[in-house]
């Protein structure tokens, strides 16, 4: 009896390519309209090929946002709660990509409970830490009131700046996240 042979399994610059193509094809449409088809058509490739790597479409946008984070992660230390927010905030909140991706998930994520939670988790999680990890050290160098509440404070540049965007139809920059950080972080955090 022989062996079924195996299909390749999708890597390298390939599952690149493929990713990139979900992303494209996210910001373009969203993820409630994104389907394997369409990603499979925009990489030239098949949907079979997709399916080898990735069970759902879920899951293959989930592998494309996180492939798509940049160095945005690790927060840089200045030695200033103010300028590691300035620094971080602009790097994951400014430039058309992030905003373009976010506005493509926002739906999914109050539609679809296990890419939510897979979100929250993978995408979302390491931001969370890396904020938490900068007012960490600004509470070290003791810059931090002692009674600041860093469960509420913590996401607040983000959802002004998102608000901002998506509600008010501003473009986020380095200037307002500046202005968000020096007229309600600090004020609010600081002794």
């Known amino acids: 009896m022989t062996a079924e042979p195996t299909r390749p399994r999708v890597t390298g610059e390939r599952e690149r390519e493929i990713l990139d193509a979900t992303l494209s094809t996210l910001r373009e449409v969203g993820y409630d309209r994104l389907?394997?088809?369409?990603?499979?058509?925009?990489?030239?490739?098949?949907?079979?090929?997709?399916?080898?790597?990735?069970?759902?479409?879920?899951?293959?946008?989930?592998?494309?946002?996180l492939l798509d984070r940049h160095e945005e992660l690790e927060p840089e230390d200045t030695g200033s709660l103010r300028t590691d927010l300035i620094r971080f905030g602009s790097r994951a909140l400014t430039g058309p990509k992030p905003v373009a991706t976010l506005a493509a998930v926002v739906t999914a994520v109050q539609c679809d409970p296990g890419f939510a939670a897979a979100f929250r988790q993978h995408f979302l999680g390491p931001k969370v830490r890396a904020m938490h990890l900068i007012y960490d050290r600004a509470r070290e160098r003791g810059e931090l009131r002692d009674d600041v509440d860093l469960h509420v404070l913590g996401p607040a540049m983000a959802g002004i700046v998102l608000h901002r965007t998506f509600l008010m139809g501003e473009t986020p920059t380095e200037e307002l996240i500046t202005r968000v950080v020096d007229q309600i972080i600090v004020p609010a955090a600081c002794r």
Do not use: G, I, Q
């Open 35 to 65: 389907t394997m088809d369409a990603v499979a058509t925009a990489a030239r490739a098949s949907k079979a090929t997709l399916y080898r790597r990735w069970e759902n479409k879920a899951a293959l946008v989930l592998d494309a946002l």
